[in-house]
């Protein structure tokens, strides 16, 4: 691979990082405005509201590889909370 291919690959993994955050910060908003409850044990499971997000707005394999906010916002937030728990339980199964 030359300098060129290497640079260009560089600048794809940062567009798709930045949309990522984009993403991430979007269900965050859309959470916090939409449920609070599943937001806070959210980050109470993450830590941290960043990776909480990133949780939030990722898909998750458990969940039918569907993201977590989009779940809440179709009224399948039973689903989230299960899942958080689990994960904050450590039962992974």
């Known amino acids: 691979m030359d300098n060129i291919d290497l640079q260009k690959l560089v ?4 567009a798709i990082d ?8 979007d269900a965050l908003r859309a959470l916090k405005q939409v449920d609070h ?8 499971v993450f830590d941290k509201e960043q990776q909480a997000a990133g949780w939030c707005s990722d898909n ?3 969940l ?4 977590p906010f989009r779940l ?8 989230v909370i299960d899942c958080l ?6 039962f992974f199964a």
């Open 18 to 25: 930045k949309e990522r955050d984009a993403v991430s910060l």
């Open 72 to 79: 809440v916002t179709e009224g399948k937030r039973d689903e």
């Open 60 to 62: 998750i394999p458990v």
């Open 11 to 14: 600048e794809k993994i940062d």
């Open 85 to 90: 728990y689990r994960i904050q339980h450590g």
């Open 37 to 44: 409850e599943v937001w806070a044990l959210a980050v109470d």
């Open 64 to 67: 039918g590889n569907r993201m």
